[in-house]
């Protein structure tokens, strides 16, 4: 399952976690393939700069961590060559309905936040296998993949302080038996538009796109549009 968290950060502190990531992974990717000593130093340098940025982006979300919390943990994810190079991890989200037009939702065990399954992509299996076995273990709901709905950006939508690529499914109910993961979820439960629980993560933004896929509206896959200026965000008017 993947982790939800509850702060939303502004636009600037938005910009400021992705800086401090950008930073980050071109200073461990450089590291993962570097064989010069000064130029490893030189990148050693770049991550303590991105740490002190994500220290700033945390201070304005009220979160507590020192600087050396972030260097020693990108540090310890450095890999080499190509696996030392830094890519958003990806995630997989599944919007499963039934015949009744209904969405299969989870109830977070930890936050307590409802939100469609959701789980890490994991390797040796496609994006949409890891959607069928994400929904079964979460809910114990068998479902079949229809379409890709979107591919989200996790750090600019503002739910992930890390890079982080989500692929949305629309899928179908064709079985099972509703029961929540022990561990994972606190509840689990069909819901129509107007029966959303509270609190539910981000429904403002998939909440139309889901029910009317649900419904039977197929359209192209959604993607966020190229900023006008790529590193430093949208200008201000």
């Given amino acids: 399952m993947l982790d939800v968290g509850d702060a939303q950060p502004t636009d600037f502190t938005r910009d400021l976690i992705r800086w401090s990531e950008t930073l980050a992974a071109i200073a461990r990717t450089g590291m993962g393939f570097t064989q010069s000593l000064y130029e490893r130093e030189r990148y050693e340098e770049v991550l303590k700069v991105a740490s002190d940025i994500k220290s700033s982006a945390d201070d304005a979300l009220e979160i507590r961590r020192e600087q050396d919390h972030f260097v020693q943990e990108w540090m310890e994810s450095i890999g080499e060559g190509v696996p030392g190079y830094v890519t958003p991890k990806v995630a997989i989200g599944c919007i499963v309905g039934n015949d009744e037009g209904k969405i299969l939702l989870v109830q977070r065990k930890d936050s307590g936040v409802w939100l469609y399954p959701t ?6 299996y496609s994006p949409a296998e890891v959607a069928m076995k ?9 479902a079949e993949p229809l379409q890709l709905l979107g591919v989200v950006d996790g750090m600019r939508m503002g739910f992930s302080r890390f890079g982080m690529y989500m692929l949305l499914f629309h899928m179908k109910a064709v079985g099972g038996t ?43 896959a959604t993607f966020d549009a190229p900023r006008e200026e790529l590193w430093r965000g949208i200008p201000e008017d």
């Fill in 119 to 124: 789980g890490w992509a994991d390797v040796g």
């Fill in 134 to 142: 994400e929904v079964e273990e979460e809910t114990g709901i068998h």
């Fill in 178 to 220: 509703l029961s929540g993961h022990p561990l994972e979820t606190a509840d689990v439960g069909w819901f129509g538009p107007h029966e959303l629980p509270t609190p539910t993560a981000g429904a403002q933004w998939w909440g139309n796109m889901a029910f009317e896929a649900i419904n039977g509206t197929i359209r192209p």
